[in-house]
Each structure stands twice: as structure tokens, then as C-alpha cells.
């Protein structure tokens, strides 16, 4: 997703950085390659043109600093407009309701993912919030739009409210009643969509949200459909009241520029994304870390996040206690193989890791590698997993006849394995394990004397300008420091 908006701006960031400051030349030469990368990833053209305008602004206005570097001056610039575009500070994801049940109406056009997405939304709101969900069917206009919310339902274990031979306002009021009834939490109305927009759906939709008073109404657009997805939310935000957007197929060949416009044409924010085929493939959408993102700062937030969804902090403890003790075996390898398969595809994963998203970009990554691994140490004997240095050139050949694979492969994954160990002990040695294992020494002692010593010097701690800058003034100190103990010696 908006590969072309981040390869377009951060080649300009690289070319402004030898320039001594910003003037309006070279800030010019830099707009002028903001728009092409903008419109290459069909954001809207009004969008863009407003957005040039108020980078322009900014970068010529009186924030800027004299002599500062020009390209830092303009990441910063350009991440707080894209995160200002795409919806500014993070949007709440749902507001629920107290004493009666929260009612979210899903609309849309056919074929956004509608029906999916609301199994997706339900998935979400049990999986994080811990509260109770009804799925309500809706869409008598498409074939099979019921059944197909019957079946995500079942494989979920949430209900689903059907009626037969009623119009659609009268079966999601009654699913509402049911809620109450049954004292359900979150009810969420899967209604109707049309090939294109026309008066019937809109009243039809309009009149389910006069039946229900919902408390949230959130617009389905199909990323894929670029400049329609936005046109699409603008009809509906006439004739709704919107509270938020969700985009989905963000995982296609969607250049994006939806993300980017939607926010802006609507005024409404958009509060989650679909990301792939399967239920779980749904988040939050963030609109700092998406700018982060595309600036290639990477993810980190978001990353830890994922961690945490397959790695629990005891099953984290007892791994870096192995690497600490250095007793990491080929068991604990399949392991953390099988925890980063769960984290989800691995070029997006490594993507979120700052620096590396560019360097991703056109490099093949065969995720079939992580299969062959597994393969290869489930065709080994428990012992041999234990003891890995026992594997003899015969214990290998058997090794690569039950995997499937060549004897180079096995000998591919054995180096691999020892260098990793190898880079364990250089880890242990710096005491990276130890400050793991002890959060009281290491990494916190070291973030209490430096926020000890900030505060020392007056720093605000809430102005991350003036963090940032007794950082860079620090660390210039310590470099200059060092190279005076160097001339000593």
C-alpha cells in the first residue's frame, strides 16, 4: 500500500539533505515530485493540491529553523500534514454505548467486503473488548448475503438475527429489541448495497438508521476502487450521519490514495482497515504510524503489538533466559519460526522495522523458506534437536530424505542456526540478556539518568522538540568526549 507515495517521498527527503537550508527553490523542486508521487497513488487532486499547499506554507513559514537540515526539516513537515490529512490524532475505535446496547450500521456499496467486514468488526470488538456481539442480516438484495453471514457467524460461535419475509428496517429493529432482550452488547446491522448509488438503497438505509438510532454508522469502501471509493463515501456522508470509514483490501494492488482522501472529502475518520481475506486480517487504523510508514520511519508500535498477539512475556522470558544461558536448541528455533509465521506476512513485518521498509521493497522473500525449516527439524529426532552437533553427514542425509529437501538445504539451515547462537553469545556478552531478564538494571537504570538528567537541565518533558534536541545535543557530547580520551591515549 502506497508503495509510489513512499518511494517518491523519501527520494526527495535523500536529495534535500545535502542542501545547506530550505529556500523556495528547492522547496519547490521537492512539491513538485510530492505531487506526482500523490497522484501516482490516486489520491484525489483537490486533496493533493491542499496538501502541497500546506506543506509549502509550513516549510516556508517562520517554523522553520535557520540552518536546519532540509530534509530532517521536511520529514517533519510532511508527516504532519499526512498525519494531519489522514485523520490527525488517533481516533477513538468505537464508541460504546452505557445502559442499552451499542448499535453499528455497516453501508456500503455491493462488493466492498461488507458482509465480511462486519464478521471481521465482530471478531474485534469480542476479541479485544471482551463484550458480547449480534450480527444482524440485513442484505435480502444480494443471493446468499444472509447464509454467507450465517456462516461467519457459526465460525466465530457469535449469533446471527435472520427474519424472513420483512423488509430490512423492520429486521434490524428487531434485532435490536433481541439485544436488549438478551442483554447483547454490540448488535451490528449488515444492511443492503447496490452496484452504484441510487435513491432506493440510500432510503432504505436511511430509513434503518431512523428504525435503530445507531450509535455508530460506519461507510465500507473498497480501497481497490481508488477515485470511486471516494466519490462513493462523499454520497453517502450527504445522507448519513457517518461517524467513521472503514477500507478494505488494503493487502491488494490498491495504490492507496483512498487512505489519503477519504478522511479529507468526508471529514470522517477512518477507523479501521482490512487487510486480507482471512477474519483476523482487520486493525485499527492509525493515521501517525501510517505516515510513519510511508516516510520509512517503520512501525515499531505496531510490530510490538503483533508480538505480543503471538508471544506471551513468560514464553519471551524463558527464550532469552535460554539465549542468556545459551542453551538455545533447534525445539526453541521451530518455535520461534512458528511465532513469526503468526505474526502475519513477513515482508509487511519487516517493513514496520525502521529502515528496513525501502530496503524491502524489491527484495524477494520466499516465505516457503519458513516451511522447509520446519520440515527439516520436525524430520529430526527429539535428541538431535537437543544436541543439534550429533548430526553427522548420515543423520543429515536421513534428515533431508524425510523433509523432502536437499542435503545442502539441511547444511543451509545448520549454519544458519550456529550463527544465530553464534550472535546469542556476542549479545550476551554486551549484556543485552541481562538488562531482558532484569528490568531493574540496564535499559530502565540508563532511562532513569537520563530523564534524570534532562530534568536537571530544565528540559520539558511533554515537548518532544526540546527531547529531541537534548538528545542530539548529548550524544554530539559523548562523540566529542570520546574522541578527547582517544588524543590522550
Same mark, same amino acid.
Given at each position: 500500500?502506497?508503495?509510489?507515495?513512499?518511494?517518491?517521498?523519501?527520494?526527495?527527503?535523500?536529495r534535500?539533505?545535502?542542501?545547506?537550508?530550505?529556500?523556495?527553490?528547492?522547496v519547490?523542486?521537492?512539491?513538485?515530485?510530492?505531487?506526482?508521487?500523490?497522484?501516482? *497513488?490516486?489520491?484525489?487532486?483537490?486533496?493533493?493540491?491542499?496538501?502541497?499547499?500546506?506543506?509549502?506554507?509550513?516549510?516556508?513559514?517562520?517554523?522553520?529553523?535557520?540552518?536546519?537540515?532540509?530534509?530532517?526539516?521536511?520529514v517533519k513537515?510532511?508527516?504532519?500534514?499526512?498525519?494531519?490529512?489522514?485523520?490527525?490524532?488517533?481516533?477513538?475505535?468505537?464508541?460504546?454505548?452505557?445502559?442499552?446496547?451499542?448499535?453499528?450500521?455497516?453501508?456500503?456499496?455491493?462488493?466492498?467486503?461488507?458482509?465480511?467486514?462486519?464478521?471481521?468488526?465482530?471478531?474485534?470488538?469480542?476479541?479485544k473488548?471482551?463484550?458480547? +456481539?449480534?450480527?444482524?442480516?440485513?442484505?435480502?438484495? #444480494?443471493?446468499?448475503?444472509?447464509?454467507?453471514?450465517?456462516? &461467519?457467524?457459526?465460525s466465530l460461535?457469535?449469533p446471527v438475527?435472520?427474519?424472513?419475509?420483512?423488509?430490512?428496517?423492520?429486521?434490524?429493529?428487531?434485532?435490536?429489541?433481541?439485544?436488549k432482550?438478551?442483554?447483547?452488547?454490540?448488535?451490528?446491522?449488515?444492511t443492503?448495497?447496490?452496484?452504484?448509488?441510487?435513491?432506493?438503497?440510500?432510503?432504505? +438505509?436511511?430509513?434503518?438508521? #431512523?428504525?435503530?438510532?445507531?450509535?455508530?454508522?460506519?461507510l465500507v469502501?473498497?480501497?481497490?476502487?481508488?477515485?470511486? *471509493?471516494?466519490n462513493?463515501a462523499?454520497?453517502?456522508?450527504? #445522507?448519513?450521519?457517518?461517524?467513521?470509514?472503514?477500507?478494505?483490501?488494503?493487502?491488494?494492488?490498491?495504490?492507496?490514495?483512498?487512505?489519503?482522501?477519504?478522511?479529507?472529502?468526508?471529514?470522517?475518520?477512518?477507523?479501521?482497515?482490512? &487487510?486480507?481475506?482471512?477474519?483476523?486480517?482487520?486493525?485499527?487504523?492509525?493515521?501517525?504510524? !501510517?505516515?510513519?510508514?510511508?516516510?520509512? !520511519?517503520?512501525d515499531?508500535?505496531?510490530?510490538?503489538?503483533?508480538?505480543q498477539e +503471538?508471544?506471551?512475556?513468560?514464553?519471551?522470558?524463558?527464550q532469552?533466559?535460554?539465549?542468556?544461558?545459551?542453551?538455545?536448541?533447534?525445539?526453541?528455533?521451530?518455535?520461534?519460526?512458528?511465532?513469526?509465521?503468526?505474526?502475519?506476512?513477513?515482508?509487511?513485518?519487516?517493513?514496520?522495522?525502521?529502515?528496513?521498509?525501502?530496503?524491502m521493497?524489491? !527484495?524477494?522473500?520466499?516465505?516457503?523458506?519458513?516451511?522447509?525449516?520446519?520440515?527439516i527439524?520436525?524430520? !529430526?529426532?527429539?535428541?538431535?534437536?537437543?544436541?543439534?552437533?550429533?548430526?553427522n553427514?548420515?543423520?543429515?542425509?536421513?534428515?533431508?530424505?524425510?523433509?523432502?529437501?536437499?542435503?545442502?538445504?539441511?547444511?543451509?539451515?545448520m549454519?544458519?542456526?550456529?550463527?544465530?547462537?553464534?550472535?546469542?553469545?556476542?549479545?550476551?556478552?554486551?549484556?543485552?540478556?541481562?538488562?531482558?531478564?532484569?528490568?531493574?538494571?540496564?535499559?530502565?537504570?540508563?532511562?532513569?539518568?537520563?530523564?534524570?538528567?534532562?530534568?536537571?537541565?530544565?528540559?520539558?518533558?511533554?515537548?518532544?522538540?526540546? +527531547?529531541?534536541?537534548?538528545?542530539q545535543?548529548?550524544?554530539?557530547?559523548?562523540?566529542?568526549?570520546?574522541?578527547?580520551?582517544?588524543?590522550?591515549?
Amino acid at each position: 500500500m502506497l508503495e509510489s507515495l513512499s518511494k517518491g517521498i523519501q527520494g526527495l527527503i535523500s536529495r534535500l539533505a545535502g542542501n545547506g537550508k530550505l529556500s523556495e527553490e528547492n522547496v519547490k523542486d521537492a512539491l513538485r515530485e510530492v505531487r506526482i508521487a500523490l497522484l501516482e *497513488a490516486d489520491v484525489n487532486l483537490g486533496v493533493a493540491r491542499a496538501f502541497m499547499e500546506r506543506v509549502k506554507i509550513k516549510a516556508l513559514g517562520r517554523e522553520v529553523i535557520e540552518g536546519v537540515n532540509p530534509g530532517q526539516m521536511i520529514v517533519k513537515v510532511i508527516h504532519d500534514e499526512l498525519t494531519a490529512l489522514m485523520g490527525g490524532a488517533d481516533a477513538e475505535p468505537i464508541k460504546f454505548s452505557t445502559g442499552s446496547p451499542t448499535v453499528i450500521l455497516m453501508a456500503g456499496l455491493q462488493g466492498a467486503g461488507k458482509t465480511t467486514t462486519c464478521g471481521k468488526l465482530a471478531a474485534f470488538i469480542a476479541k479485544k473488548y471482551q463484550k458480547s +456481539v449480534l450480527l444482524a442480516a440485513a442484505d435480502l438484495q #444480494r443471493p446468499a448475503a444472509v447464509e454467507q453471514l450465517k456462516v &461467519l457467524g457459526a465460525s466465530l460461535g457469535i449469533p446471527v438475527h435472520t427474519e424472513t419475509g420483512m423488509p430490512p428496517p423492520a429486521v434490524c429493529e428487531r434485532a435490536v429489541a433481541r439485544a436488549k432482550t438478551e442483554r447483547i452488547d454490540v448488535v451490528i446491522l449488515d444492511t443492503a448495497g447496490r452496484l452504484h448509488i441510487d435513491d432506493s438503497l440510500m432510503a432504505e +438505509v436511511a430509513e434503518v438508521a #431512523r428504525r435503530t438510532s445507531p450509535h455508530e454508522v460506519f461507510l465500507v469502501c473498497d480501497a481497490m476502487t481508488g477515485q470511486d *471509493a471516494v466519490n462513493s463515501a462523499k454520497a453517502f456522508n450527504d #445522507r448519513l450521519p457517518l461517524t467513521g470509514v472503514i477500507l478494505t483490501k488494503l493487502d491488494g494492488d490498491a495504490r492507496g490514495g483512498a487512505a489519503l482522501s477519504v478522511r479529507e472529502v468526508t471529514g470522517k475518520p477512518i477507523r479501521f482497515v482490512g &487487510l486480507g481475506e482471512k477474519l483476523d486480517k482487520f486493525d485499527q487504523f492509525y493515521p501517525s504510524r !501510517m505516515a510513519d510508514r510511508i516516510l520509512g !520511519m517503520g512501525d515499531v508500535v505496531s510490530l510490538v503489538e503483533k508480538a505480543q498477539e +503471538v508471544v506471551d512475556e513468560r514464553t519471551a522470558r524463558a527464550q532469552a533466559e535460554k539465549m542468556f544461558l545459551g542453551t538455545f536448541s533447534l525445539d526453541d528455533f521451530l518455535r520461534l519460526l512458528q511465532q513469526i509465521k503468526r505474526m502475519g506476512n513477513m515482508k509487511d513485518i519487516l517493513g514496520m522495522i525502521p529502515g528496513l521498509g525501502q530496503q524491502m521493497a524489491n !527484495m524477494p522473500l520466499d516465505e516457503r523458506e519458513f516451511m522447509r525449516s520446519e520440515a527439516i527439524i520436525l524430520s !529430526m529426532t527429539s535428541v538431535e534437536r537437543m544436541e543439534p552437533d550429533i548430526l553427522n553427514v548420515s543423520r543429515r542425509q536421513r534428515v533431508a530424505r524425510g523433509a523432502g529437501v536437499t542435503l545442502e538445504q539441511v547444511n543451509d539451515l545448520m549454519r544458519s542456526f550456529k550463527e544465530m547462537k553464534k550472535q546469542f553469545g556476542e549479545l550476551r556478552k554486551m549484556g543485552v540478556f541481562g538488562r531482558l531478564l532484569d528490568p531493574t538494571k540496564g535499559l530502565q537504570k540508563e532511562k532513569e539518568q537520563a530523564l534524570s538528567k534532562m530534568q536537571e537541565a530544565g528540559v520539558n518533558l511533554l515537548d518532544m522538540d526540546q +527531547v529531541k534536541a537534548w538528545r542530539q545535543f548529548s550524544g554530539q557530547k559523548a562523540r566529542a568526549d570520546a574522541r578527547k580520551q582517544r588524543k590522550r591515549r
